[in-house]
Protein backbone atom coordinates (compact mmCIF):
# COMPACT_ATOMS: atom_id res chain seq x y z
CA UNK A 1 0.00 0.00 0.00
CA UNK A 2 1.19 3.85 -0.69
CA UNK A 3 2.57 5.93 2.26
CA UNK A 4 1.49 8.81 3.38
CA UNK A 5 4.46 11.95 4.74
CA UNK A 6 3.52 14.37 6.87
CA UNK A 7 4.24 17.75 6.64
CA UNK A 8 7.87 17.60 8.25
CA UNK A 9 8.68 21.38 7.57
CA UNK A 10 5.73 23.50 8.64
CA UNK A 11 8.31 26.76 9.15
CA UNK A 12 9.60 26.67 6.03
CA UNK A 13 6.11 26.09 4.45
CA UNK A 14 4.54 28.58 6.33
CA UNK A 15 7.41 31.10 5.07
CA UNK A 16 6.94 30.36 1.94
CA UNK A 17 3.31 31.31 1.45
CA UNK A 18 3.74 34.59 3.79
CA UNK A 19 6.63 35.45 1.39
CA UNK A 20 3.81 34.56 -0.98
CA UNK A 21 1.30 37.42 0.79
CA UNK A 22 4.30 40.02 1.60
CA UNK A 23 4.76 40.12 -2.19
CA UNK A 24 1.10 40.44 -3.60
CA UNK A 25 -0.84 41.59 -1.04
CA UNK A 26 -1.56 45.46 0.61
CA UNK A 27 1.58 45.13 2.20
CA UNK A 28 3.72 45.24 -0.86
CA UNK A 29 1.61 48.24 -2.28
CA UNK A 30 2.48 50.19 1.19
CA UNK A 31 5.94 49.36 1.13
CA UNK A 32 6.44 50.89 -2.42
CA UNK A 33 4.24 54.03 -1.33
CA UNK A 34 7.07 54.87 1.34
CA UNK A 35 10.07 54.27 -1.00
CA UNK A 36 8.64 56.95 -3.70
CA UNK A 37 7.66 59.10 -0.76
CA UNK A 38 10.91 58.22 1.11
CA UNK A 39 12.58 59.50 -2.32
CA UNK A 40 10.78 62.40 -2.31
CA UNK A 41 11.26 63.98 0.83
CA UNK A 42 15.06 63.10 -0.02
CA UNK A 43 14.40 65.05 -3.45
CA UNK A 44 12.86 67.98 -1.93
CA UNK A 45 15.57 68.38 0.90
CA UNK A 46 18.20 68.66 -1.50
CA UNK A 47 15.92 71.10 -3.87
CA UNK A 48 15.55 73.16 -0.51
CA UNK A 49 19.71 72.68 0.34
CA UNK A 50 20.23 73.81 -3.50
CA UNK A 51 17.90 76.84 -3.26
CA UNK A 52 19.21 78.24 -0.14
CA UNK A 53 22.88 77.81 -1.12
CA UNK A 54 21.82 79.73 -4.74
CA UNK A 55 20.03 82.39 -1.72
CA UNK A 56 22.93 82.98 -0.05
CA UNK A 57 25.29 83.48 -3.02
CA UNK A 58 22.86 85.83 -4.46
CA UNK A 59 22.30 87.87 -1.45
CA UNK A 60 25.98 88.75 -1.18
CA UNK A 61 26.56 89.89 -4.44
CA UNK A 62 22.80 92.33 -3.87
CA UNK A 63 25.25 94.09 -1.21
CA UNK A 64 25.53 98.12 -2.50
CA UNK A 65 27.57 100.71 -1.45
CA UNK A 66 31.02 99.99 0.75
CA UNK A 67 29.57 95.97 1.41
CA UNK A 68 29.05 95.40 -2.80
CA UNK A 69 32.19 92.62 -3.34
CA UNK A 70 32.27 94.04 -6.72
CA UNK A 71 34.02 97.26 -4.93
CA UNK A 72 36.90 95.26 -3.34
CA UNK A 73 40.04 96.75 -3.98
CA UNK A 74 43.54 95.18 -4.02
CA UNK A 75 46.84 96.71 -4.09
CA UNK A 76 49.75 95.80 -6.25
CA UNK A 77 53.46 96.07 -4.99
CA UNK A 78 56.33 96.93 -7.29
CA UNK A 79 58.29 96.06 -4.95
CA UNK A 80 57.40 93.53 -1.79
CA UNK A 81 60.72 93.05 -0.11
CA UNK A 82 60.25 96.96 0.67
CA UNK A 83 56.12 97.51 1.17
CA UNK A 84 52.65 95.76 0.44
CA UNK A 85 49.51 97.15 0.91
CA UNK A 86 45.72 95.99 0.99
CA UNK A 87 42.60 97.84 0.84
CA UNK A 88 38.85 98.13 1.26
CA UNK A 89 36.54 99.15 -0.86
CA UNK A 90 36.71 103.21 -0.13
CA UNK A 91 40.56 103.19 -1.63
CA UNK A 92 40.29 105.13 -4.66
CA UNK A 93 41.67 103.16 -7.76
CA UNK A 94 45.38 104.70 -8.74
CA UNK A 95 48.77 104.54 -8.53
CA UNK A 96 51.38 105.98 -5.83
CA UNK A 97 54.79 106.47 -5.43
CA UNK A 98 56.35 105.54 -2.31
CA UNK A 99 60.01 105.47 -0.82
CA UNK A 100 60.94 103.62 2.36
CA UNK A 101 63.90 105.24 4.07
CA UNK A 102 63.59 104.29 7.52
CA UNK A 103 61.72 101.33 9.22
CA UNK A 104 59.93 102.01 12.70
CA UNK A 105 61.82 100.38 15.64
CA UNK A 106 60.75 99.32 19.17
CA UNK A 107 62.94 101.29 21.98
CA UNK A 108 65.70 99.18 23.44
CA UNK A 109 67.54 99.26 26.43
CA UNK A 110 70.54 96.56 27.38
CA UNK A 111 72.88 96.03 30.40
CA UNK A 112 76.47 95.89 30.61
CA UNK A 113 78.53 92.87 29.24
CA UNK A 114 78.20 90.71 32.62
CA UNK A 115 80.06 87.52 33.34
CA UNK A 116 77.63 85.25 34.08
CA UNK A 117 78.98 83.35 36.96
CA UNK A 118 80.45 86.27 38.54
CA UNK A 119 79.34 87.95 41.67
CA UNK A 120 79.62 91.68 41.39
CA UNK A 121 76.36 92.71 40.52
CA UNK A 122 74.65 91.17 44.03
CA UNK A 123 78.10 91.99 46.00
CA UNK A 124 77.32 96.05 44.80
CA UNK A 125 73.73 96.43 45.54
CA UNK A 126 73.20 93.89 48.12
CA UNK A 127 70.74 91.06 49.65
CA UNK A 128 67.10 92.95 49.50
CA UNK A 129 64.34 94.17 47.39
CA UNK A 130 65.45 96.28 44.36
CA UNK A 131 62.81 98.50 43.11
CA UNK A 132 63.85 99.52 39.26
CA UNK A 133 60.44 102.23 37.59
CA UNK A 134 59.63 101.59 33.92
CA UNK A 135 57.43 104.17 31.66
CA UNK A 136 56.13 103.69 28.48
CA UNK A 137 54.58 106.37 26.22
CA UNK A 138 53.62 108.27 29.74
CA UNK A 139 52.29 105.45 32.14
CA UNK A 140 55.17 104.01 34.60
CA UNK A 141 55.35 100.90 36.31
CA UNK A 142 57.08 100.04 39.54
CA UNK A 143 59.13 96.85 39.62
CA UNK A 144 60.56 94.93 42.80
CA UNK A 145 63.50 92.83 42.12
CA UNK A 146 64.77 89.89 45.06
CA UNK A 147 68.55 89.78 45.18
CA UNK A 148 69.83 87.55 47.61
CA UNK A 149 73.49 87.40 48.63
CA UNK A 150 75.73 86.10 46.67
CA UNK A 151 73.72 85.55 43.53
CA UNK A 152 75.53 85.49 40.25
CA UNK A 153 74.94 87.68 37.75
CA UNK A 154 73.07 85.44 35.47
CA UNK A 155 70.77 84.93 38.31
CA UNK A 156 70.42 88.37 39.38
CA UNK A 157 69.35 89.55 35.32
CA UNK A 158 67.39 86.17 35.01
CA UNK A 159 65.02 86.93 38.23
CA UNK A 160 65.23 91.13 36.76
CA UNK A 161 63.18 89.88 33.61
CA UNK A 162 61.19 87.38 35.27
CA UNK A 163 59.69 90.28 37.59
CA UNK A 164 60.01 92.73 34.58
CA UNK A 165 57.58 90.32 32.42
CA UNK A 166 55.54 89.93 35.63
CA UNK A 167 55.23 93.56 36.34
CA UNK A 168 52.57 94.39 33.44
CA UNK A 169 55.05 97.17 32.00
CA UNK A 170 54.46 97.56 27.85
CA UNK A 171 57.96 96.03 27.80
CA UNK A 172 59.58 92.74 27.30
CA UNK A 173 62.73 91.84 29.33
CA UNK A 174 64.88 89.12 28.52
CA UNK A 175 68.58 87.33 28.87
CA UNK A 176 70.97 87.09 25.92
CA UNK A 177 74.05 85.51 26.10
CA UNK A 178 76.02 87.38 24.06
CA UNK A 179 79.51 85.10 24.36
CA UNK A 180 79.82 81.64 25.61
CA UNK A 181 80.62 83.12 29.45
CA UNK A 182 78.77 86.72 29.10
CA UNK A 183 74.82 87.95 29.11
CA UNK A 184 73.08 91.36 28.72
CA UNK A 185 69.71 92.70 29.96
CA UNK A 186 67.38 93.33 27.15
CA UNK A 187 64.09 95.47 27.47
CA UNK A 188 62.45 96.35 24.84
CA UNK A 189 59.34 98.41 23.87
CA UNK A 190 56.16 95.83 22.96
CA UNK A 191 55.47 98.93 20.60
CA UNK A 192 57.58 100.88 17.99
CA UNK A 193 57.93 104.53 17.73
CA UNK A 194 59.31 107.78 19.64
CA UNK A 195 56.33 107.61 21.37
CA UNK A 196 56.53 104.29 23.16
CA UNK A 197 60.53 104.83 24.35
CA UNK A 198 61.22 103.31 27.19
CA UNK A 199 62.64 104.93 30.57
CA UNK A 200 64.19 103.41 33.09
CA UNK A 201 65.35 104.83 36.70
CA UNK A 202 65.97 103.35 40.02
CA UNK A 203 63.86 103.92 42.68
CA UNK A 204 65.45 102.11 45.63
CA UNK A 205 68.40 100.45 45.58
CA UNK A 206 70.92 100.71 42.50
CA UNK A 207 70.17 97.42 40.21
CA UNK A 208 70.08 99.64 37.27
CA UNK A 209 72.89 101.82 37.51
CA UNK A 210 74.97 98.42 38.94
CA UNK A 211 74.22 96.53 35.59
CA UNK A 212 74.54 99.51 33.50
CA UNK A 213 70.69 99.74 32.36
CA UNK A 214 69.88 103.15 31.59
CA UNK A 215 67.73 104.46 29.01
CA UNK A 216 69.55 108.01 29.26
CA UNK A 217 72.65 107.20 27.37
CA UNK A 218 73.52 105.26 24.07
CA UNK A 219 75.38 101.56 24.48
CA UNK A 220 78.79 101.26 23.11
CA UNK A 221 80.81 98.43 22.88
CA UNK A 222 80.35 96.03 26.28
CA UNK A 223 78.35 99.55 27.90
CA UNK A 224 75.05 99.36 28.45
CA UNK A 225 72.41 101.99 27.22
CA UNK A 226 70.15 102.26 24.42
CA UNK A 227 70.23 100.69 21.51
CA UNK A 228 68.54 103.25 19.17
CA UNK A 229 67.62 106.93 19.23
CA UNK A 230 64.44 108.79 19.45
CA UNK A 231 64.68 109.91 15.66
CA UNK A 232 65.68 106.49 14.65
CA UNK A 233 62.17 104.79 16.50
CA UNK A 234 59.89 106.28 14.02
CA UNK A 235 59.17 105.46 10.37
CA UNK A 236 60.17 108.18 7.82
CA UNK A 237 58.45 107.49 3.64
CA UNK A 238 57.96 109.37 1.30
CA UNK A 239 54.63 109.40 -0.21
CA UNK A 240 53.55 110.86 -3.21
CA UNK A 241 56.22 113.23 -2.97
CA UNK A 242 55.47 114.44 0.76
CA UNK A 243 57.79 112.95 3.56
CA UNK A 244 56.00 111.32 6.60
CA UNK A 245 56.78 109.74 9.55
CA UNK A 246 55.30 107.18 11.63
CA UNK A 247 55.39 105.49 14.81
CA UNK A 248 54.36 102.02 13.17
CA UNK A 249 55.60 100.23 10.68
CA UNK A 250 51.75 99.40 9.67
CA UNK A 251 50.13 102.37 8.47
CA UNK A 252 46.58 103.46 8.10
CA UNK A 253 45.91 106.79 8.04
CA UNK A 254 48.04 107.82 5.03
CA UNK A 255 45.72 107.02 1.86
CA UNK A 256 42.20 106.71 2.73
CA UNK A 257 41.25 103.16 2.72
CA UNK A 258 44.81 101.83 2.21
CA UNK A 259 46.69 100.33 4.82
CA UNK A 260 50.60 100.32 4.38
CA UNK A 261 52.78 97.87 5.06
CA UNK A 262 56.16 98.66 5.51
CA UNK A 263 58.80 95.78 5.56
CA UNK A 264 62.04 97.08 4.44
CA UNK A 265 64.11 100.73 2.99
CA UNK A 266 64.78 101.39 -0.45
CA UNK A 267 66.95 103.11 -2.81
CA UNK A 268 64.42 104.50 -4.88
CA UNK A 269 60.78 104.59 -4.84
CA UNK A 270 58.39 101.83 -5.80
CA UNK A 271 55.04 101.87 -7.11
CA UNK A 272 51.81 100.90 -5.19
CA UNK A 273 48.65 100.31 -7.71
CA UNK A 274 45.60 100.30 -6.36
CA UNK A 275 42.26 98.44 -8.21
CA UNK A 276 39.55 96.16 -8.27
CA UNK A 277 40.19 93.09 -6.48
CA UNK A 278 39.80 90.34 -9.34
CA UNK A 279 40.60 87.54 -7.35
CA UNK A 280 38.36 88.39 -4.67
CA UNK A 281 35.36 89.67 -7.49
CA UNK A 282 36.07 86.72 -9.76
CA UNK A 283 35.68 84.26 -6.76
CA UNK A 284 32.34 85.96 -5.46
CA UNK A 285 30.99 85.56 -9.09
CA UNK A 286 31.76 81.75 -9.49
CA UNK A 287 29.94 81.30 -6.33
CA UNK A 288 26.92 82.51 -7.84
CA UNK A 289 27.47 80.93 -10.75
CA UNK A 290 28.51 77.23 -9.24
CA UNK A 291 25.41 77.22 -6.82
CA UNK A 292 23.01 78.59 -9.69
CA UNK A 293 24.59 75.72 -11.94
CA UNK A 294 23.91 72.96 -9.10
CA UNK A 295 20.39 74.13 -8.82
CA UNK A 296 19.67 74.43 -12.74
CA UNK A 297 21.12 70.84 -13.29
CA UNK A 298 18.82 68.96 -10.14
CA UNK A 299 15.89 70.64 -11.46
CA UNK A 300 16.92 69.65 -14.85
CA UNK A 301 17.39 66.46 -13.69
CA UNK A 302 14.35 66.00 -11.32
CA UNK A 303 11.62 67.73 -13.41
CA UNK A 304 12.57 65.79 -16.48
CA UNK A 305 11.83 62.54 -18.40
CA UNK A 306 14.73 60.73 -19.68
CA UNK A 307 13.74 58.15 -22.53
CA UNK A 308 16.38 55.90 -23.30
CA UNK A 309 16.17 54.53 -27.24
CA UNK A 310 17.85 52.26 -29.71
CA UNK A 311 17.77 52.41 -33.48
CA UNK A 312 16.67 49.09 -35.21
CA UNK A 313 17.09 47.90 -38.42
CA UNK A 314 15.27 50.25 -41.47
CA UNK A 315 15.60 53.77 -38.99
CA UNK A 316 13.31 52.45 -36.39
CA UNK A 317 13.45 53.37 -33.33
CA UNK A 318 13.22 51.20 -30.15
CA UNK A 319 12.18 53.19 -26.95
CA UNK A 320 14.42 50.73 -23.83
CA UNK A 321 13.46 52.91 -20.86
CA UNK A 322 11.87 55.52 -19.69
CA UNK A 323 12.79 57.47 -16.46
CA UNK A 324 10.85 60.02 -14.98
CA UNK A 325 12.31 62.65 -12.85
CA UNK A 326 10.69 62.27 -8.95
CA UNK A 327 9.38 66.07 -9.90
CA UNK A 328 8.26 65.58 -13.69
CA UNK A 329 4.69 66.53 -14.38
CA UNK A 330 4.77 69.15 -11.80
CA UNK A 331 4.46 72.48 -12.57
CA UNK A 332 5.60 74.76 -9.85
CA UNK A 333 9.06 73.15 -10.07
CA UNK A 334 9.62 73.02 -13.89
CA UNK A 335 7.99 76.85 -13.88
CA UNK A 336 10.85 77.69 -11.62
CA UNK A 337 13.44 76.03 -13.49
CA UNK A 338 12.27 77.97 -16.58
CA UNK A 339 12.00 80.98 -14.68
CA UNK A 340 15.52 80.63 -13.49
CA UNK A 341 17.18 80.34 -16.52
CA UNK A 342 14.91 83.43 -18.03
CA UNK A 343 16.50 85.40 -14.94
CA UNK A 344 19.78 84.97 -15.50
CA UNK A 345 19.49 84.82 -19.26
CA UNK A 346 17.15 88.23 -19.84
CA UNK A 347 18.44 91.60 -20.16
CA UNK A 348 18.02 94.20 -16.80
CA UNK A 349 16.43 97.21 -16.85
CA UNK A 350 17.84 98.90 -14.30
CA UNK A 351 21.70 98.58 -15.47
CA UNK A 352 24.06 101.69 -14.50
CA UNK A 353 24.28 104.74 -17.30
CA UNK A 354 26.60 103.12 -19.94
CA UNK A 355 27.15 99.77 -18.07
CA UNK A 356 26.17 96.02 -18.36
CA UNK A 357 22.51 94.70 -18.74
CA UNK A 358 23.53 91.46 -19.26
CA UNK A 359 25.66 88.68 -18.20
CA UNK A 360 27.03 88.21 -21.56
CA UNK A 361 27.86 91.80 -21.87
CA UNK A 362 30.76 91.06 -18.61
CA UNK A 363 31.98 87.63 -20.53
CA UNK A 364 29.51 85.07 -18.58
CA UNK A 365 27.49 83.05 -21.37
CA UNK A 366 25.10 80.16 -20.65
CA UNK A 367 26.28 76.51 -22.27
CA UNK A 368 24.01 74.40 -24.36
CA UNK A 369 22.07 72.82 -20.75
CA UNK A 370 21.85 76.21 -19.36
CA UNK A 371 24.66 76.59 -17.08
CA UNK A 372 26.70 79.66 -16.09
CA UNK A 373 30.31 80.50 -16.38
CA UNK A 374 33.01 83.20 -17.49
CA UNK A 375 33.88 82.51 -21.09
CA UNK A 376 35.72 85.54 -21.78
CA UNK A 377 37.90 85.80 -18.69
CA UNK A 378 39.19 89.05 -19.97
CA UNK A 379 36.01 90.88 -20.74
CA UNK A 380 35.41 90.00 -17.40
CA UNK A 381 38.56 91.69 -15.92
CA UNK A 382 38.08 94.71 -18.50
CA UNK A 383 34.76 95.76 -17.48
CA UNK A 384 35.78 95.40 -13.30
CA UNK A 385 39.02 97.39 -13.88
CA UNK A 386 36.86 99.89 -16.23
CA UNK A 387 33.89 100.36 -13.48
CA UNK A 388 33.25 98.23 -10.92
CA UNK A 389 30.21 99.73 -10.06
CA UNK A 390 28.51 99.28 -12.66
CA UNK A 391 29.28 95.83 -12.80
CA UNK A 392 27.84 96.21 -9.33
CA UNK A 393 24.88 97.61 -10.49
CA UNK A 394 24.12 94.28 -13.29
CA UNK A 395 23.69 92.63 -9.75
CA UNK A 396 22.50 94.14 -7.42
CA UNK A 397 20.16 96.91 -8.68
CA UNK A 398 16.68 96.66 -8.25
CA UNK A 399 16.43 94.71 -11.30
CA UNK A 400 20.19 93.34 -11.41
CA UNK A 401 20.55 89.59 -11.88
CA UNK A 402 21.34 89.09 -8.53
CA UNK A 403 18.31 90.62 -6.99
CA UNK A 404 15.95 89.16 -9.38
CA UNK A 405 17.34 85.40 -8.30
CA UNK A 406 16.50 86.43 -4.29
CA UNK A 407 13.32 87.08 -5.30
CA UNK A 408 12.23 83.81 -7.44
CA UNK A 409 13.61 81.41 -4.52
CA UNK A 410 12.38 83.29 -1.69
CA UNK A 411 8.65 81.57 -1.66
CA UNK A 412 10.62 78.27 -1.90
CA UNK A 413 13.05 78.44 0.72
CA UNK A 414 11.42 80.87 3.41
CA UNK A 415 10.02 78.72 6.41
CA UNK A 416 6.45 77.54 5.47
CA UNK A 417 7.45 78.42 1.90
CA UNK A 418 6.89 76.05 -1.04
CA UNK A 419 9.31 73.54 -0.25
CA UNK A 420 8.23 73.37 3.30
CA UNK A 421 4.84 72.98 2.66
CA UNK A 422 5.78 69.98 0.05
CA UNK A 423 8.37 68.03 2.86
CA UNK A 424 4.86 68.80 5.12
CA UNK A 425 2.60 66.81 2.86
CA UNK A 426 5.47 64.02 2.23
CA UNK A 427 5.93 63.83 5.64
CA UNK A 428 2.29 63.47 7.18
CA UNK A 429 1.83 60.69 4.05
CA UNK A 430 5.08 58.92 5.29
CA UNK A 431 3.34 58.98 8.69
CA UNK A 432 -0.03 57.23 7.20
CA UNK A 433 1.94 54.85 5.61
CA UNK A 434 4.14 53.90 8.14
CA UNK A 435 1.08 53.25 10.48
CA UNK A 436 -0.57 51.12 7.76
CA UNK A 437 2.14 49.01 7.23
CA UNK A 438 2.15 48.72 10.51
CA UNK A 439 -1.26 47.37 11.05
CA UNK A 440 -0.99 45.06 7.64
CA UNK A 441 3.14 43.56 9.56
CA UNK A 442 0.51 42.98 12.81
CA UNK A 443 -2.20 41.23 10.03
CA UNK A 444 0.33 38.65 8.92
CA UNK A 445 1.77 38.17 12.34
CA UNK A 446 -1.70 36.67 13.45
CA UNK A 447 -2.38 35.28 9.83
CA UNK A 448 1.45 33.33 9.82
CA UNK A 449 0.33 32.13 13.66
CA UNK A 450 -3.03 30.96 12.34
CA UNK A 451 -1.49 28.91 9.05
CA UNK A 452 1.27 27.41 11.80
CA UNK A 453 -1.76 26.28 13.81
CA UNK A 454 -3.65 24.73 10.96
CA UNK A 455 -0.28 22.89 9.72
CA UNK A 456 0.40 22.09 13.16
CA UNK A 457 -2.97 20.08 13.62
CA UNK A 458 -2.97 18.44 9.90
CA UNK A 459 0.36 16.93 10.61
CA UNK A 460 -1.16 15.45 13.88
CA UNK A 461 -3.73 13.90 11.64
CA UNK A 462 -1.19 12.58 9.42
CA UNK A 463 0.72 11.11 12.07
CA UNK A 464 -2.72 9.26 12.96
CA UNK A 465 -3.19 8.22 9.40
CA UNK A 466 0.05 7.28 9.49
CA UNK A 467 -0.30 4.51 12.67
CA UNK A 468 -3.21 2.81 11.12
CA UNK A 469 -1.75 2.77 7.71
CA UNK A 470 1.42 1.26 9.90
CA UNK A 471 -1.16 -1.29 11.51
CA UNK A 472 -2.85 -2.45 8.19
CA UNK A 473 0.70 -3.20 6.43
CA UNK A 474 1.62 -5.34 9.70
CA UNK A 475 -1.62 -7.47 9.55
CA UNK A 476 -1.06 -7.77 5.81
CA UNK A 477 2.47 -9.10 6.44
CA UNK A 478 0.77 -11.50 8.98
CA UNK A 479 -1.85 -13.02 6.48
CA UNK A 480 -4.16 -12.15 8.64
CA UNK A 481 -6.35 -10.84 5.60
CA UNK A 482 -5.36 -14.06 3.52
Not at 96 to 111: E, F, G, N, R
Not at 235 to 255: E, M, Y
Not at 350 to 361: K, R, Y
Request: charged fraction near 15%; hydrophobic fraction near 45%; charge should be neutral.
Amino acid sequence: MASVNPLADINGLVAQLMALERSRGPLALYQNDRQALTLRSATLTDLRASLSALNTQAQALTQAGTLSPFLAKSVTSSSTAVAVATASASAAAGTHTLLVTQLAKQSTVVSDQLAQVGTDVSAAVGAGTQQIRVTVAGTSTDVDVAVAAGETNATVLSNAAAAINASGAAVTASVVADSSSTSRLVIASKSTGSANAVTLADVSGTLLGSTGTSSGVASSGTAGGFLYAAAALDATFTLDGLSITRGSNTVTDALTGVTLNLVGTGASSLSLTVGADQTAIKAKVQGFLDSYNTLVKFLKERTGTKVDITAGAGGVTQVDAVKRGILAGEPTYSNLLTSLRADAGGRITTAASGGPASLSEIGITAAADGTLSITDATKFADKLNAAPDKVAALFNSADGIATRMVARVAGFVNTGGVVDGSLSAVTARLQSVNLAIKRQEDLLKVKEAGLRQQYIALQRVLAGLLGQQAAVDTAAATGIFS
